[in-house]
């Protein structure tokens, strides 16, 4: 993440995006199979690292092996097999959808996993100690001697995709494959993300 000032001197905090070059390396028709979509990859991979079966998926769009392959269902544009995508796709004041894995926090409790308050320092009562961030009572009695399922407790957290709908494309740096969008997104730097329009 960085940060610009817009034109009215407001400043915005925004994330960069490598969002290119993208090469075609499959389209999808409803008539061969079944829907229609176009199939970006990016990234360079070295040849050792891929399998036969992939080298020959990406022989067929006369490129490299890539990294990364996503699919995209509702693509507006006509793309042929073999042609490269770049951020030139995208205009200063758009709105985009980013979705990504978010950062990994392992173990968590409550509060921080589920946003409970706790006792906290001022609502404790008498005789209490250590329990600001303790769950409290988990509900059921005797009947049904069992905690239902769903129950909003500690556990693992984070790295989950996530989507974030409607930021504003700031920028484009065509020369340099780069999206500046307003907002952050999900994801650790140097993470593989989707945007779509």
């Known amino acids: 993440m960085t940060s610009v000032f817009g034109a009215n001197g407001k400043y915005i905090p925004c994330t960069v995006i490598e969002a290119g070059p993208c090469v075609v390396t499959q389209v999808k028709t409803l008539e061969k199979d079944g829907y229609a979509s176009v199939q970006l990859a990016f990234g360079e991979k070295k040849e050792k690292h891929t399998s036969s079966a992939m080298k020959g998926h990406f022989a067929k769009a006369a490129t490299t092996p890539k990294r990364k392959i996503v699919e995209f269902k509702e693509f507006t544009e006509e793309k042929n097999l073999g042609e490269t995508v770049t951020v030139e796709l995208f205009a200063e004041g758009d709105f985009v959808d980013v979705a990504g894995t978010s950062k990994g926090k392992g173990w968590q409790g409550v509060v ?85 329009k």
Do not use: C, Y
């Not at 069992?146 to 065509?174: P, S, W």
């Open 112 to 196: 921080k996993r589920h946003g409970f308050s706790g006792v906290g320092h001022a609502n404790k009562s008498h005789g209490q100690h250590d329990r600001e961030r303790a769950p409290g009572s988990l509900g059921a009695s005797s009947w049904p001697s069992r905690v239902f399922k769903g129950m909003r407790m500690g556990g693992r957290m984070g790295g989950d995709r996530v989507k974030t709908q409607n930021l504003e494309v700031i920028k484009v740096i065509a020369e340099k494959n780069l999206l500046i969008i307003k907002g952050s997104v999900a994801g650790a730097k140097g993470s593989f993300v989707t945007i779509e």
